[in-house]
């Protein structure tokens, strides 16, 4: 198991956002998160980075126990190497040209890469995604598939063991979220091991192995993804499916 | 009123007001602007990172010195310390000019510092950078470019308000303007004389400024 993830509570000023979150994650898994938005998705996944402050909850990450509320400096800055974390809006370095938005994971951090190393690296994570020709332009030059991109390879420069997105596509106009998604689906049949936050439902069903749908701060149902999509067990995830079927 | 004396005069002191202002106070804005310089940053550092203790006390000097007249911080520092101390003015004057300014440009760089989004810190983050990394590699430098042009305001400011400095014994352009008023009394000429140098210095500075604004969007920069 590379990720067990155990009862994350967390609420903010007021309603509770997660009422007892459990998943795990094995090696290669490519998990969407699914569910109505309010549902406590992308907090759950801030939680796991300590983007948030879980209120309690626990993590075994590659054997290694974490408190999600009570975690140190030191702790957090060990999980935050082993992880990679997209976002929705991208959050490029808008100061930073694409290959140092790359490469400062690996030069500026306790990875300690050598500069040059750094960039061979980073261009390499670039040609992954697509994006090595626009190596020195600014995120604010490019479009938001393009910068999702540069984003997807400043998280594979520093070799992760999983990356977490955040609705890395909610952003994007129409005819640019398929450039996104041909890369994520490009890592996933490497093996890349993913925790998906999304919307797309053709994404879950046909690149994710699992599905976790969450409402109300559950987990509904959780399982295999064809399962899910061919015979949901919950009469709430019938309900969103059908939902989000009429809607395409 | 311009008759040929009053013209001579001018002439005469043309390359006198130049000497001093480039030798004087070229020199005294460009240091008190450096000075001002670290204060701001450390100060709005300071604020926006909420240290305890710390932040009180920036928010206290904040305080007093916009609340307070610059020429009287200047007599209360070279008059008041300097009757009991001996203080050098050109020290005094660089002090109290980078502590004075520093103070406005804190605020306009603290109002910078928290328009960058916060998401540019969670990534930093995410990516394994410390907070001082995120700091100096994606927030101040974000900061710096947002507050520019305000912070060039404050240069702008400084090189004019260095003129203050004539009331503590020191000889800069302005003081060199009423020395020779003493002697050729020469009020108008003269005075406008000197006022136009100031507007071509600060003219300079605003055509640099926008060289380097040019350059700043150039690169991408912070819309």
């Known amino acids: ?248 | 009123m311009i008759n040929e004396k009053t013209w001579d005069t001018i002439v005469e002191a043309f390359p006198k007001l130049l000497d001093y202002g480039v030798r004087i106070t070229v020199p005294l804005t460009a240091a008190s602007f450096a000075f001002a310089m670290v204060i701001a940053i450390a100060v709005a550092m300071i604020r926006y990172a909420n240290v305890r203790g710390l932040k009180q006390a920036c928010r206290v000097y904040v305080w007093i010195i916009r609340g307070t007249p610059l020429l009287v911080q200047l007599y209360l520092v070279f008059y008041g310390l300097g009757h009991y101390f001996h203080v050098n003015e050109y020290v005094v004057a660089i002090a109290v000019f980078a502590i004075n300014e520093g103070a406005y440009m804190s605020e306009s760089l603290r109002g910078a510092l928290e328009s960058v989004p916060k998401g540019q810190v969670e990534a930093g983050y995410c990516v394994g950078m410390s907070y001082f990394g995120i700091m100096r590699h994606i927030v101040l430098p974000q900061a710096l470019r947002t507050a520019f042009p305000s912070l060039w305001n404050s240069l702008i400011s400084l090189l004019k308000g260095t003129s203050l400095a004539a009331n503590i014994t020191i000889i800069e352009m302005f003081r060199e303007a009423q020395i020779i008023n003493g002697v050729k009394f020469e009020p108008l000429a003269l005075y406008a004389e000197v006022a136009v140098i100031y507007l071509a210095f600060c003219s300079i500075l605003t055509l640099v400024q926008r060289v380097i604004e040019k350059r700043l969007n150039r690169f991408g920069g912070v819309k």
């Open chain 1, 1 to 248: 198991m590379l990720l067990e993830i155990k009862n994350v509570h967390k609420t903010f000023e007021g309603p509770e956002i997660l009422k007892g979150i459990d998943l795990n994650v094995e090696k290669g898994d490519v998990v969407a998160i699914l569910g109505p938005s309010g549902s406590g998705k992308t907090t759950f996944l801030r939680c796991l980075n300590f983007l948030e402050r879980a209120d309690s909850g626990e993590i075994v990450f590659d054997g290694v126990r974490c408190d999600l509320h009570t975690a140190r400096k030191q702790q957090i800055a060990e999980i935050r190497r082993k992880t990679a974390f997209v976002f929705q809006n991208y959050n490029l370095f808008l100061n930073k040209t694409v290959l140092q938005n790359v490469t400062l994971g690996l030069t500026d951090t306790a990875r300690k890469v050598p500069k040059q190393a750094a960039e061979e690296t980073a261009l390499k994570a670039l040609e992954h995604v697509g994006m090595a020709d626009k190596a020195k332009s600014y995120p604010n030059q490019l479009s938001g598939g393009q910068q999702q991109r540069v984003a997807i390879a400043r998280a594979l420069a520093v070799q992760p063991e999983i990356i977490y997105f955040d609705e890395p596509t909610s952003a994007l106009d129409p005819e640019l979220i398929g450039e996104v998604l041909a890369v994520m689906r490009r890592l996933a049949d490497e093996g890349m091991t993913m925790l998906v936050v999304t919307h797309e439902m053709e994404f879950a069903r046909n690149v994710s192995n699992k599905v976790v749908f969450m409402d109300g701060g559950r987990v509904i149902e959780s399982g295999p993804s064809k399962e899910f999509f061919e015979s949901p067990k919950q009469e709430r995830s019938r309900e969103f499916i059908r939902s989000i079927l009429n809607k395409e």
